[in-house]
């Protein structure tokens, strides 16, 4: 009996998406795209979406253009990092749930198993667009440690390393006819709490990337 209610639960979940787990990402297509001047020049942000999803190499591609690894024998990545500290952790708030982005395997984790979207953000694009990034510094990556004081200038090279790489999503947006929007209006406390991180671990800028409304 336990049995047949377990293997119901699993079909149910299957067929109504309801169990998230990690993702492991196709390869990067790195022979796709536009040219570089024709993604500059077609750089721009979007603040209105539809709610349609991204295809897992859609997903891939914008997570390697983002920061993944470029140089595999120095684990060296698409976007700069004062110190080489690669400090900033990539989140992605799907309606599947929030992962984490493990560059090392180009893969996602799954953080937890619900839709944060829309508490990444203040403004209401946000709550359908296919998923929101969440930049955040992980100091303990950077030498401090959990109960060590962070100073703002402290931070002031993460919110630098995020920028380089929200660029890179920006970049990769244009070249693949989607849309984004670098944001700061992020409610930080409560989605700190919501994504379960550390004290050491701070939200620096958001993005939400997604089909652009025509
Ligand atoms: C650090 C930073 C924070 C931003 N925060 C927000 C934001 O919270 N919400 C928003 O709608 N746009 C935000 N933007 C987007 C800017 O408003 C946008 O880049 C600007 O209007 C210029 O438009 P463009 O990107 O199309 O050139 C932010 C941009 C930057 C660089």
Redesign the pocket.
């Known amino acids: 009996m336990k049995k047949i209610i377990l293997t119901s639960l699993t079909i149910f979940s299957i067929s109504f998406g309801v169990i998230a787990q990690d993702i492991t990402l196709p390869a990067p297509d790195k022979k796709g795209g536009k040219t570089l001047m024709q993604a500059l020049s077609e750089?721009?942000?979007t603040?209105s979406f539809t709610d349609e999803t991204l295809s897992q190499q859609q997903l891939s591609d914008l997570l390697w253009a983002a920061c993944g690894i470029n140089r595999a024998d120095q684990k060296k990545r698409t976007a700069p990092s004062a110190m080489n500290y690669q400090e900033i952790d990539v989140y992605v708030a799907m309606q599947s749930g929030l992962y984490l982005y493990i560059v090392e395997n180009h893969s996602l984790k799954l953080i937890a198993g619900k839709d944060l979207r829309k508490t990444t953000?203040?403004?209401s694009y946000v709550n359908n667009a296919a998923l929101n990034l969440v930049y955040v510094a992980d100091m303990g990556k950077a030498g401090k440690k959990e109960g060590v004081k962070v100073n703002d200038s402290d931070l002031f090279m993460s919110y630098s390393d995020a920028?380089f790489i929200?660029q890179n999503v920006?970049l990769y947006c244009a070249s693949a006819n989607l849309g984004c929007?670098?944001?700061?209006?992020?409610p930080k406390e409560k989605l700190a709490v919501e994504m379960g991180l550390k004290s050491n671990q701070y939200i620096i800028?958001?993005q939400t990337v997604g089909f652009a409304k025509k």
Do not use: H, N
């Not at 929007?181 to 992020?186: H, L, M």
């Open positions: 750089r721009q942000t603040r953000g203040t403004q920028a929200a920006y929007v670098v944001r700061g209006s992020i800028l958001a």
